[in-house]
């Protein structure tokens, strides 16, 4: 039950918004975002965590929408090195707590 | 702090092949999972250990196998290799469960099979 991120591919200029978007079919305990860039690892970027916990980096926002199953990143003022691959990765509500299932990922560019 | 560590980095092999990648977490972390990156599917679950248990694993035939060592290190192993089996493999340390902890990811091992 692999999660579905829209859009697929988004281009900004710096200082643009950005949101992208998670969901899934089932019930989800957590929604986890990482961010890679080209030729690296990917990153944590934030948890969020069923009952309105979240972890995570200051200047990272999102929001989770248990009963829709759907998490949403927002990007605001971007910055070049916001730039790479964002992917979601969830966790179904009852399930194994030790595994993770991502989406295809959202490719960001910001342009100067 | 060491981050997470894999071992090697490149690799071409061919079909038929077995091919075994390492992964050292970071210390301290007791949790490893294993991930399968192409451009088509993302990333795929392999499995995930802790404290030398399998405790989960994903849709992959049985060719793909792994363990744990004591030291938390762990290793993969593709036997009979496909040309479909090139990709990054990825693998991510935790100090706990995937739920409720960040993980940190490896910079990956690029298997190609010719």
């Known amino acids: 039950q692999q999660p579905v991120q829209s859009p697929q591919a988004v281009i900004l200029r710096e200082g643009e918004d950005a949101v992208i978007n998670c969901s899934s079919s089932?019930?989800?305990?957590?929604v986890h975002w990482y961010r890679q860039k080209h030729g690296e690892a990917p990153v944590f970027l934030m948890i969020?965590?069923?009952?309105?916990e979240q972890k995570g980096h200051e200047k990272i926002s999102a929001s989770f929408n248990e009963k829709k199953q759907q998490s949403s990143l927002y990007l605001t003022a971007s910055q070049l090195s916001y730039s790479g691959t964002y992917f979601c990765g969830t966790e179904i509500d009852g399930g194994s707590n030790y595994k993770l299932t991502f989406g295809k990922g959202t490719l960001l560019t910001v342009n100067p | 702090k060491a981050g997470v560590t894999q071992t090697p980095r490149y690799l071409i092999k061919t079909r038929g092949q077995q091919v075994t990648l390492s992964c050292s977490p970071i210390?301290?972390?007791?949790?490893v999972s294993w991930y399968q990156q192409t451009p088509g599917q993302g990333l795929q679950f392999l499995f995930e250990?802790?404290?030398?248990?399998?405790?989960n694993k994903g849709n992959f035939p049985g060719r793909f196998s792994g363990r744990q060592f004591s030291n938390s290190r762990s290793e993969m192993n593709v036997s009979t290799l496909e040309l479909g089996d090139s990709a990054l493999y990825l693998c991510?340390?935790?100090?706990?469960?995937?739920?409720?902890?960040?993980?940190?990811f490896g910079q990956g091992t690029r298997l190609t099979v010719v």
């Open positions: 089932k019930a989800l305990y957590s």
């Open positions: 250990y802790f404290s030398e248990t399998q405790r």
């Open positions: 991510a340390s935790s100090w706990g469960t995937w739920g409720n902890t960040e993980a940190f």
């Open positions: 969020l965590l069923k009952g309105g």
């Open positions: 210390s301290g972390h007791r949790s």
